[in-house]
């Protein structure tokens, strides 16, 4: 059990973010890998104050399209008003979470409702994956997003990027609480054997 948690302890230190060609593929190393997993570090849907704002809180899209010029934003407002904003170009909606789960559903008009499952959460990353698709090999179908205000001049590879150092770091905070709470263990033990 302890040679488990020491291994665990070392990989993490040296867990670098591999090479990859899409997003989705660094988003399934990042939220699905053994050696990341950074939804530990997710907020959930309930606590809204991360991703609800009055006055609106601008999320923008991120896409690996390389025909993905436009610049998509979504807003998650009080009261359950949903605005996604297409170049300026702003279609209302409503967003609902469902009770006791990390899940929400976007409606788009009359005809268009979609629901997603949480995948990570917190100031600045937002990442919702559709509900569904996990049979027959299909891949998820994510909706990528960061707040606008630190996201906005990325690449999807620099977004990427600042998403694995922010787990690195939470991570590293973790790692040291960890080594100093087995020093204190051992210096409390060396005082109790010598007293």
């Known amino acids: 059990m302890e040679n488990k948690a020491l291994d665990r302890i070392a990989r993490s230190f040296e ?20 050696d990341t997993n950074i939804r530990q570090w997710s907020e959930d849907l309930s606590e809204k104050e991360f991703y609800v704002a009055d006055g609106g809180k601008p999320w923008l899209q991120i896409q690996d399209r390389d025909n993905a010029y436009e610049t998509v934003l979504h807003f998650f407002n ?37 629901m997603y499952e ?48 922010s787990y690195r770091s939470q991570n590293e ?8 709470f087995i020093v204190l263990v051992v210096i409390v033990l060396l005082l109790s054997v010598l007293r």
């Open 173 to 180: 905070k973790f790692n040291n609480l960890i080594v100093f």
């Open 78 to 114: 009080p009261g359950g008003e949903y605005l996604n904003v297409v170049e300026g170009n702003v279609t209302r909606g409503k967003w609902r979470l469902l009770d006791n789960t990390n899940k929400i559903i976007i409606e788009q008009g009359s005809n268009r409702s979609e």
């Open 15 to 34: 867990i670098a973010l591999p090479e990859a060609n899409t997003l989705h593929e660094y988003l399934n190393f990042l939220l699905f890998s053994r």
């Open 118 to 165: 949480l995948a990570f959460l917190s100031d600045t990353f937002f990442i919702l994956r559709k509900h569904g698709g996990y049979a027959a090999g299909k891949k998820p179908n994510f909706l990528v997003m960061g707040h606008e205000r630190v996201v906005a001049r990325l690449e999807w590879r620099d977004y990427v990027e600042l998403l694995f150092n």
